[in-house]
């Protein structure tokens, strides 16, 4: 298994999403491993973007996006948690959101963390995951992929399919939702 390093990371988000797609995101919690395929993500960018956390500037809710490539950063919305990972150049504010997994390996904990049984129900939505993956801003947010938390590399998709963000009051006029067509775990 090869752990992405910091250079994947360091790209435009927009490419970053793309390549994400298909890849393994794996926790490891007392030594039970919990790992889903990245079936959807997100590109947000810096202040030009209106939907994204940095679009006012460095505030304490969006001061982790200027952080360097491959940075986890989490943010609250509607008390669910978000994962991003930090994309681009430090000081850029460039981010890609994991917006849903397909369940792998852990399934079992999975379900006993979201308090569901339906396997479609465990990871898709970014919320969703971050419960399964028993993911929170004190344990992650401004870390690199590290041991407990990382992205593995796999077979690169082709069938990728984009729309423009979801929930998104305002968006750029370009796709920056990105995700492997005709997959059962992506959101709806």
Request: aromatic share 10%; glycine share 6%.
């Amino acid at each position: 298994m090869k752990k992405l390093n910091p250079e994947f990371y360091a790209r435009d988000a927009e490419e970053v999403a793309k390549d994400l797609l298909g890849n393994y995101l794996v926790r490891e919690i007392n030594g039970k491993i919990l790992k889903g395929k990245i079936v959807e993500t997100e590109a947000y960018y810096g202040y030009k973007d209106p939907a994204s956390r940095a679009y006012k500037g460095k505030t304490n809710l969006s001061e982790g996006m200027w952080s360097k490539p491959g940075t986890i950063f989490i943010y609250n919305v509607h008390n669910h948690w978000m994962l991003n990972f930090v994309t681009g150049k430090e000081n850029e504010a460039q981010a890609v959101l994991i917006r849903a997994l397909e369940p792998i390996e852990g399934v079992d904990l999975m379900k006993q963390y979201r308090c569901k049984d339906k396997l479609k129900d465990l990871c898709s939505g970014p919320g969703k995951l971050t419960r399964a993956f028993k993911i929170t801003k004190e344990e992650f947010h401004g870390n690199l992929a590290n041991l407990d938390l990382v992205i593995i590399r796999s077979k690169e998709i082709k069938n990728i399919e984009t729309s423009h963000r979801i929930g998104v009051t305002r968006d750029l006029p370009k796709h920056l939702r990105f995700f492997i067509k005709n997959n059962e775990f992506v959101s709806k």
